[in-house]
């Protein structure tokens, strides 16, 4: 099994930033891909972003593109979003995800989720 843990959510005044991080252990991720999602009150959880554990590839949802930014450290087995020019209506749960496919990810089946991180956008 693999156990994902979130960390680096908090409050921010609207505009401002905040990395989020995603630690993975309990297996190699030589095969995996890696994303976020987010689930604002009251509404469906969303996928965010993707990144391939082999080459890299990322995919972000259309309303990130140009300041949310998926990246990885493979020695330590992290991935990390940044999120700039947050937006009151991004204030959610944060949830990282990983998956043996791509795809998996995408459309919101991966095999693992961690237990999420609470983000918080100031007006």
């Known amino acids: 099994q693999v156990q994902l843990v979130e960390s680096g959510g908090g409050l921010v005044q609207a505009g401002g930033s905040l990395r989020l991080s995603c630690a993975a252990s309990?297996?190699?991720?030589?095969?995996?891909?890696m994303g976020w999602f987010r689930q604002a009150p009251g509404k469906e959880r969303e996928f965010v972003a993707v990144i391939s554990w082999s080459d890299g590839s990322t995919y972000y949802t259309d309303s990130v593109k140009g300041r949310f930014t998926i990246s990885r450290d493979n020695a330590k087995n992290t991935v990390y979003l940044q999120m700039n020019s947050l937006k009151p209506e991004e204030t959610a749960v944060y949830y990282c995800a990983a998956a043996q496919k791509f795809y998996a990810v995408v459309r919101g089946t991966p095999d693992y989720w961690g237990q999420g991180t609470q983000v918080t956008v100031s007006s």
């Open positions: 309990g297996r190699t991720f030589s095969s995996y891909a």
